[in-house]
């Protein structure tokens, strides 16, 4: 009994329906599909329970019937992005090309909707179905390789925060732009190169300056490239292998 009373509930831990009353006119997939296209299109602020029964041409109260708060509809949210990603691939093959690959999918994700990224930092750790599918899709991805049961799960979680990172870098440069004259923008990577570049030169920071020198000129701007880079590095490094 005791067990039962601290176990965690979520918006998944009771029926979609109940035993009685009448058949329910939406499920909450369709409620939460409603829900991400409404944050796609005004942001996440946007969300709210009202106006959410209003797209659905609906009473705010109708919704109550399927979630029980505003928070429970960003948990659905979430598990409702996670469920776009293909965890239909087989594993046991190429350990590191196949997770680079669901990275690749999680930071796609991300870009899509940008708003996820500050609704996962504001509702912790709560994992719906989806997202207890994908990491057990992750962890079968691991399975060859070498590492701890914990250093494995450190590493998916390495692989969602750079995610998050690339996905709103990408984000803030699509938002930012170049400016309508046709002057590269303070953002971009090749302004921000030249810019380094010429503070090093100054001789002021000498290892930066040296390292700059050794590293030669940066290779073309291209996030997919570096994202993968990355994460070649230092997944195999996480895990005890050192780089490939």
Same mark, same amino acid.
């Given at each position: 009994?005791?067990?039962?009373? =601290?176990? &965690?509930?979520?918006?998944?831990?009771?029926?979609?329906?109940?035993?009685?009353?009448?058949?329910?006119?939406?499920?909450?997939?369709?409620?939460?599909?409603?829900?991400?296209?409404?944050?796609?299109?005004?942001?996440?602020?946007?969300?709210?329970?009202?106006a959410l029964a209003q797209r659905l041409g609906t009473?705010?109260?109708?919704?109550?019937?399927?979630?029980?708060?505003?928070?429970?509809?960003?948990?659905?949210?979430?598990?409702?992005?996670?469920?776009?990603?293909?965890?239909?691939?087989?594993?046991?093959?190429?350990?590191?090309?196949?997770?680079?690959?669901?990275?690749?999918?999680?930071?796609?994700?991300?870009?899509?909707?940008?708003?996820?990224?500050?609704?996962?930092?504001?509702?912790?750790?709560?994992?719906?179905?989806?997202?207890?599918?994908?990491?057990?899709?992750?962890?079968?991805?691991?399975?060859?390789?070498?590492?701890?049961?914990?250093?494995?799960?450190?590493?998916?979680?390495?692989?969602?925060?750079?995610?998050?990172?690339?996905?709103?870098?990408?984000? =803030?440069?699509?938002?930012?732009?170049?400016?309508?004259?046709?002057?590269?923008?303070?953002?971009?990577?090749? =302004?921000?190169?030249?810019?380094?570049?010429?503070?090093?030169?100054?001789?002021?920071?000498?290892?930066?300056?040296a390292a700059l020198t050794a590293a030669g000129a940066? &290779?073309?701007?291209?996030?997919?490239?570096?994202?993968?880079?990355?994460?070649?590095?230092?997944? &195999?490094?996480?895990?005890?292998?050192?780089? &490939?």
């Open positions: 009994m005791a067990d039962r009373e =601290t176990r &965690p509930t979520t918006v998944w831990s009771r029926p979609e329906r109940g035993a009685r009353g009448p058949a329910p006119e939406r499920s909450r997939t369709q409620i939460a599909a409603a829900a991400l296209a409404l944050a796609d299109a005004e942001g996440l602020a946007a969300v709210s329970m009202r009473g705010p109260a109708s919704l109550y019937r399927y979630v029980g708060s505003r928070d429970e509809l960003l948990d659905l949210m979430a598990d409702a992005v996670a469920g776009e990603l293909d965890l239909s691939g087989a594993t046991g093959g190429d350990w590191l090309g196949d997770l680079v690959g669901l990275a690749l999918q999680s930071r796609d994700a991300h870009v899509r909707h940008p708003w996820l990224a500050d609704l996962n930092d504001r509702r912790g750790e709560v994992l719906g179905p989806h997202a207890i599918d994908y990491l057990d899709h992750a962890l079968g991805i691991l399975a060859p390789a070498p590492g701890t049961a914990g250093q494995k799960l450190e590493a998916i979680g390495l692989l969602g925060g750079l995610a998050v990172l690339f996905a709103r870098r990408e984000a =803030t440069a699509m938002s930012t732009g170049a400016p309508a004259t046709g002057a590269p923008a303070a953002g971009d990577p090749a =302004t921000r190169a030249a810019h380094l570049a010429a503070v090093a030169a100054e001789g002021r920071h000498p290892h930066l300056l940066p &290779p073309p701007a291209d996030r997919d490239a570096l994202f993968v880079r990355l994460l070649r590095r230092l997944l &195999p490094a996480m895990l005890g292998q050192g780089e &490939p």
